[in-house]
């Protein structure tokens, strides 16, 4: 995730003091300066999407410990809560269920990026590691965010978890950005070498983001439901730390927990359009023509509860909090915005040249 604080400041100012370097620094009223409260902003933004204070939000033990409470749901505890995770955040967020799970908490497997561990341990963010006895599993791969043989090992484990389970138990799901590529199972005959050549064609001819899951779903065990599908008939908990803008959840990591839309017309369309049809390998067409000829049709999520725990919008309403909180009147402009947005910066103007701006004006840009 990628994010840029942007402070317009007020038209009312209090006097420049230029610095050693004479480079003028705009200093309010309490003596703090503006750029010192833009980082206050940032940080509060930021710090209103961590794992631990996500974690917390979301989910609670009831005072006996036999239900866990997800916002207005709640589910048995009969030593059957399983747990399963994958994406560049999902360490924090594991380490953080377990603390909040302790005992309940029978087995889990997370797949994450190679060096996090060692990353965390260097900026001693003990707070994002698991304990040392752990009961979650963690394997490390996809490194430079490609899927590699590591994260495939890592998506069968998590497979073979799902598909353990039964009826009577409750698979907690966290899902952050880069989960997709944390999460690489192709379905047989097809190699994670061929998914990852024809997902490299479409992207060079110039297939969009959907257009790119849209295959990558069709080719895959896990993802478009297929995790979900894999967990059934045990209920699913998926909680959800988007990095896409207007969190959809059927896009973020690919879906594993939310059932594809697509079917296998639509990835022949896509495939025609690029001029890749022919060009398919044999397993491709085997894993298309077999899905097409599937007489129970789609797969559905009724066994499932997604839940967006952290996003661009939660990150943007605690940093309007922090204004406020600072005296200042605050507006989010934009919670959609990507790289920089010519409409959103025209009304910043606006706001300017008319003479109703607020003091400090804050937007989160996730790119």
Known sequence: MAAALQVLPCLTRAPLRPLLLRRPVVRLASGMALAEQAQQLFQSAVGAVLPGPMLHRALSLDPGGRQLKVRDRSFQLRQNLYLVGFGKAVLGMAAAAEELLGQHLVQGVISIPKGIRAA?????????????????????????????????????????????????????????????????????????????????????????????????????????????????????????????????????????TVASAHNVQDCLHILNHYGLRAALPRSVKTVLARADSDPRGPHTCGHVLNVIIGSNVLALAEAQRKAEALGYRAMVLSAAMQGWDTPVANRADRYQRHGHPPPVLATLVIA
């Open 120 to 256: 965390m341990e260097h900026a001693s963010k003990w707070e994002m590691l698991l304990k040392p006895h752990s009961r979650v599993q963690v394997f490390e791969g996809a490194e430079d965010n490609l899927p590699d043989r590591d994260a495939l090992r890592a998506a069968l484990a998590i497979r073979q978890l799902a598909e353990g389970l039964t009826a009577d138990d409750l698979l907690l799901v966290l899902i952050s950005g880069g989960g997709s590529a944390l999460l690489p199972a192709p379905i047989p005959p097809v190699t994670l070498e061929e998914k990852q050549m024809l997902t490299k064609l479409l992207a060079a001819r110039g297939a969009t983001i959907q257009e790119l899951n849209t295959i990558r779903k069709a080719l895959s065990q896990l993802k478009g439901g297929g995790l979900a599908q894999a967990a059934y008939p045990a209920q699913v908990v998926s909680l959800i730390l988007s990095d896409v803008v207007g969190d959809p959840v059927e896009v973020i990591a690919s879906g594993p």
